[in-house]
């Protein structure tokens, strides 16, 4: 049942979410910034949990979502503070994005 669920693609919506809350408060709309980083939780959760799915059957998605990590478990550490840097911040967590798209082809090729 776990291996069937599209974790791949869920991690991805959870990034691309992640990316459009960040975005969205960065620009001065009124989203709280705890919405930011919860979605970030789930986004990392969700990748951790994709990647290691990935691995038996499709060892090049999974290290994709390996390297996607990287720079997502970084941020906490490296992307403050994010008022007077957002630039950083920004950089650090959009390196993820190549490494969804590779990830989502790969599950697209798979699938379909």
Known sequence: MIAELPWT?????????????????????????AWHGRVFLVALA??????????PDHPARGAALIVA???????????????????????IGL????CFAIALLLWAAAVF
């Open 9 to 33: 693609v869920l991690a991805g919506l959870a990034y691309a979410a992640n990316v459009g809350i960040g975005t969205a408060s960065l620009r001065g709309r009124r989203v709280p910034r």
């Open 69 to 91: 990590l990287v720079p997502l478990a970084a941020l906490p550490f490296f992307g403050r503070p994010v008022r007077r840097s957002p630039s950083t911040h920004i950089i």
């Open 46 to 55: 969700l990748t951790a949990i994709a990647a290691a799915t990935s691995f």
């Open 95 to 98: 390196v993820a994005a190549p």
